[in-house]
């Protein structure tokens, strides 16, 4: 597998960075176990990161990933086993779980990320079928995948309280649908266990609100290892009651653009960062890399024309973006045969169960990578991300990829945080 390489020197803040989590390693674990005896992990998790050679940074953290089958298959033991682990905190004994999917049956690629799900969770001696919340699919349905492999994806029957195929009653309900345009009647006030709870979901999740969890972690981290917390933190504001179509907040947008990288400029010139700041406007609730564009200047939010006013104005679903955040833009100088890549780490539980670089030969350094004629490829982890050398230089893959491993589970921390907060208010709503 290809290592990736840094465009930029490898001197600097983030080799110093790196160093402090390396010689830190025994107490940051220490640090993350006690977390995790106070807090519920969620079940499983992706986190996208930017890697500017001066700075690491989660920018997006995905409760309901795809792409395990992105992932390097020589882990799919350390999958099985995080898997174990995970299914016994939900559900002690549990033997049978009900898989529902997104409702991309053409999708190829996710198809196959359900099938490397699939075979997670029966090699964890978990009995599992795929249900689907699509109408038009009445009987058992067969889909033949680019690698020989089958997926069968049956309707959903609702008895009572329970989600079942068939003869079929599973103990777990597992979505890796995000919830998008809603929840649906079907799976409110389920007796079974839903993991991710329907909280979790892009029906109430806010991304900004994640970014507040984190940035609390990151706060606690940075005092841990002494390090400036900016170097693992993005600057962050939302804006409500947007309409791009009708010009409707853009102020807010335009402002608040202005505001951020005012701040970044002030970090850039204290560590004697050359480039130019940006940031990214982003939907606040949402995932697919739409409505989502790079901004130097809040001048341009103002001049948006019609073609990229309507490309924010809807994402997933066509569901219309009434809010959004403004997030600092990490610059990310990593490159996988010469292509502009970021790393994108996944988690099972709280472990780190492997990764790929988001890999994208159109896009440039300041730009979203989710988006089409992405590539995909495996990180050369090993067992990087779980065993550091101490003794090696920083920047090696190694290291770096320990890093990485850090970072992406202080963004699982503080979606812990998020999802505790979220359910807090559900229950204070309902009281």
Request: glycine letters at 8%.
């Amino acid at each position: 597998m290809p290592a990736p390489h840094l465009d930029t020197a490898l001197s600097g803040p983030i080799l110093d960075l790196e160093r402090c989590i390396i010689g830190a390693m025994p107490s940051i674990e220490h640090w993350l176990r006690n977390e995790w005896q106070k807090h519920a992990v969620p079940f499983y998790c992706s986190v996208d990161l930017r890697n500017s050679g001066f700075k690491l940074a989660p920018v997006d953290t995905n409760l309901f990933p795809g792409g395990f089958n992105n992932l390097n298959p020589e882990f799919m033991p350390l999958c099985v086993q995080a898997m174990m682990a995970a299914v016994e905190k939900i559900c002690a004994g549990a033997r049978s779980v009900l898989l529902i999917p997104e409702n991309h049956t053409r999708n190829i690629f996710y198809l196959q990320n359900l099938a490397t799900l699939q075979a997670i969770m029966r090699h964890a001696g978990i009995e599992i079928r795929i249900g689907t919340l699509l109408p038009e699919i009445t009987t058992a349905t067969t889909v033949s995948l680019p690698d020989g492999g089958k997926l069968t994806l049956e309707p959903i029957q609702r008895r009572g309280g329970h989600l079942l195929i068939e003869d079929f009653d599973p103990c777990v309900v597992l979505l890796n649908n995000d919830l998008s345009t809603g929840i649906p009647p079907i799976l409110q006030n389920l007796e079974q266990t839903v993991i991710p709870p329907l909280h979790a979901g892009w029906a109430t999740r806010r991304k900004s609100q994640h970014f507040a969890a984190y940035d609390n972690v990151a706060q606690q981290f940075a005092g841990l290892v002494g390090i400036d917390p900016w170097l693992i933190n993005p600057y962050f504001a939302a804006c409500g009651k947007i309409n791009f179509r009708e010009k409707k907040g853009e102020d807010c947008v335009a402002n608040t653009v202005d505001e951020i990288l005012r701040d970044i400029r002030e970090k850039y010139a204290q560590y004697g960062v050359k480039e130019d700041p940006f940031v990214i406007v982003k939907a606040d609730a949402g995932t697919y890399g739409m409505g989502i564009m790079t901004v130097k200047d809040g001048a341009e939010v103002r001049a948006l024309n019609r073609k990229q006013r309507n490309k924010m104005a809807v994402v997933k679903e066509g569901l219309q973006v009434t809010e959004v955040m403004v997030q600092e833009g990490v610059y990310t100088f990593e490159r996988v045969n010469e292509a502009v890549a970021e790393p994108v780490i996944y988690m099972i539980d709280r472990y780190v169960v492997g990764g790929f670089y988001r890999v994208h030969t159109g896009r440039g350094i300041d730009e979203n990578l989710n988006a089409p004629g992405m590539q995909f490829v495996p990180l050369a982890f090993e067992d990087t991300c779980l065993l550091p050398d101490r003794d090696a230089r920083p920047g090696c893959s190694t290291n770096r990829f320990y890093a990485y491993g850090v970072i992406a589970r202080l963004a699982l921390l503080a979606a812990a945080h998020e999802l505790e907060k979220s359910e807090g208010r559900i229950a204070a709503a309902v009281a």
